[in-house]
């Protein structure tokens, strides 16, 4: 097994050093390392932008520069984070607890050489679990029909709806929002048309690229104008000081590990994000620490841990992404819909039919890893300048390139209107305090959804039963049922713990005592 394993590893670097793989490669870790840096944009953003690049290019390069957006923008995020205490992404909010005041500190050049270490082994780890999981991955490939396949994208769903940010009944409003999108346009099995309100641009369904350019770029503008404040840095920093003592890295090391494997742990359970498993790891640390006191005073362990777990993540993200169709979180299924785009069906037959495309975006990570470590270390002073650009000309920039980025999908205005249309409605959302990832699960893991219900009950002959009697599919159910119960019983526990406050603070006003206030949120 490991034999094969090297053999496709080296198939796969083969493909990765091809003189245009390796170029849209190295372009999307730079475009990502840059996007990163600035607060605002994210990774998200910068992949909305140039999706519909993806669609003159072959799928191998499109693939890897979208991965490349992603895990770049991961290396680029904690630069703020650290020296100016600005987290470009919630992932790196952690980080700024103990990055920046090392920075104050005078080793804000230590802790970013312990972050890119950090980053460089968590993700070296995530690839080899990528490279060993694959053969088991084909070997149950062959057991997975409609019906498996139906239950695992309904507990993709379930996970990303429940497990975002906010409300859990938020969640799943925006993912039934999301499969009602999806089911825009025509009927693959009448031919009749759905939801399209007789407009003939609406006949193929709504386009990913608008929904995503929409609701994570239009809106993110809308709600971010004359909102960002002025950035200023006295930061310098020489390569010199990038360099960590032995005793530094001795400390960062176990730290390291544990990151790596809570990213590892996370990044194959569907709708976690790299947010959730750097606060994990964070908390891990300072719970075995012998100096918990310490941490929020410039801890390495306080860097080390949550970047490593934020890039074990990263790399995890794209074995259910892959091998099963289903996306860990929004970045993963904006992939995923790239994938789509180009014709190719992500599921457990993709590692045979389209192994180019796999073990090349396998090698790429490795290759583009070992690029932003290259990159970094002379570009910091320029990411620093970079983030005192005035958002006055950063976002009407980015507007630009929205609109002509969506307008040449198809040389059709009405995509133009489809963006403007969900970014009005992202940002009303938002505004509300509606997580908007579930919608993009929603859009394009329902029409898969809908497919694979259909041949599972055609197989069947409309008997429902199916789904449980065999047993993969039972098993997914069986979780499903569990997340819904988790959740239920946490929303019961907090209604509880609510009326229990306001109950006590009503016998405090009965019995003359001072009442305390009651927010909304306890």
Not at 246 to 275: I, Y
Not at 330 to 355: D, F, K, R, S, Y
Request: with cysteine; proline share 6%; aromatic share 10%.
């Amino acid at each position: 097994m490991i034999s094969q394993a090297l053999q496709d590893l080296w198939f796969g670097f083969g493909v990765a050093f091809q003189g245009h793989n390796l170029m849209w490669s190295f372009f999307g870790v730079l475009v990502g390392n840059l996007i990163g840096v600035m607060p605002g944009m994210g990774a998200l953003s910068a992949m909305s932008m140039l999706l519909p690049l993806t669609y003159v290019l072959h799928p191998v390069p499109a693939i890897m520069m979208l991965a490349g957006i992603f895990y770049g923008s991961m290396y680029g995020g904690a630069i703020g984070a650290i020296l100016l205490n600005l987290p470009s992404h919630a992932a790196h909010a952690v980080t700024c607890l103990d990055g920046y005041p090392m920075t104050r500190a005078g080793k804000g050049g230590t802790a970013l050489g312990i972050a890119m270490i950090s980053s460089f082994f968590a993700a070296t780890v995530g690839i080899l679990i990528m490279i060993f999981a694959s053969p088991l991955l084909v070997a149950i490939s062959f057991k997975f029909g409609p019906t498996e396949l139906f239950s695992i994208m309904l507990l993709g769903l379930l996970a990303g709806a429940t497990m975002s940010r906010g409300s859990p009944l938020k969640g799943v409003a925006m993912t039934l929002f999301g499969l009602l999108c999806g089911a825009v346009g025509t009927d693959v099995n009448s031919g009749s048309f759905r939801f399209s309100f007789g407009i003939p641009q609406l006949s193929d369904g709504l386009e990913l690229v608008a929904i995503a350019l929409g609701v994570f770029g239009v809106a993110d503008f809308l709600l971010s104008v004359n909102r960002m404040p002025v950035i200023k840095s006295t930061a310098t920093l020489r390569m010199r000081d990038m360099r960590p003592s032995m005793a530094e890295l001795k400390e960062a090391f176990w730290p390291m590990v544990r990151g790596t494997s809570v990213g590892a742990l996370f990044g194959a359970m569907p709708g976690t994000g790299p947010t959730i498993t750097s606060f994990i790891a964070y908390a891990l640390e300072h719970k075995v620490s012998k100096t918990p006191e310490k941490f929020g005073t410039g801890m390495i362990a306080g860097v080390a841990a949550p970047e490593a777990s934020t890039h074990s993540k990263t790399q995890v993200d794209f074995i259910p992404t892959l091998s099963l169709g289903i996306p860990g979180d929004v970045v993963m299924a904006l992939i995923l819909g790239a994938l789509l785009i180009q014709g190719i069906q992500p599921g457990p037959q993709l590692i045979g039919e389209h192994p180019d495309i796999f073990w090349g975006l396998i090698a790429s990570f490795w290759i583009g890893n070992v690029l932003l470590m290259v990159l970094n270390v002379p570009l910091i002073g320029v990411w620093v300048k970079l983030l005192q650009v005035p958002y006055r000309y950063l976002f009407p920039s980015a507007m630009f390139f929205i609109v002509i980025g969506v307008f040449t999908t198809q040389n059709d205005l009405f995509q133009t209107w489809e963006v403007l249309a969900f970014g009005i409605i992202g940002a009303v959302l938002m505004a509300l305090d509606f997580p908007m990832a579930p919608i993009l699960l929603g859009v394009v893991l329902g029409p898969m959804m809908e497919e694979n219900f259909r041949r599972a009950l055609l197989l069947s002959r409309g008997d429902m039963s199916v789904f449980v009697t065999r047993p993969i599919s039972a098993g997914f159910m069986a979780v499903c049922a569990l997340v819904v119960l988790g959740v239920s019983w946490s929303a019961w526990r907090a209604q509880r713990r609510k009326r229990g406050a306001k109950a006590a603070a009503a016998l405090d006003v009965a019995l003359g005592l001072p009442a305390l206030e009651l927010r909304s949120d306890d």
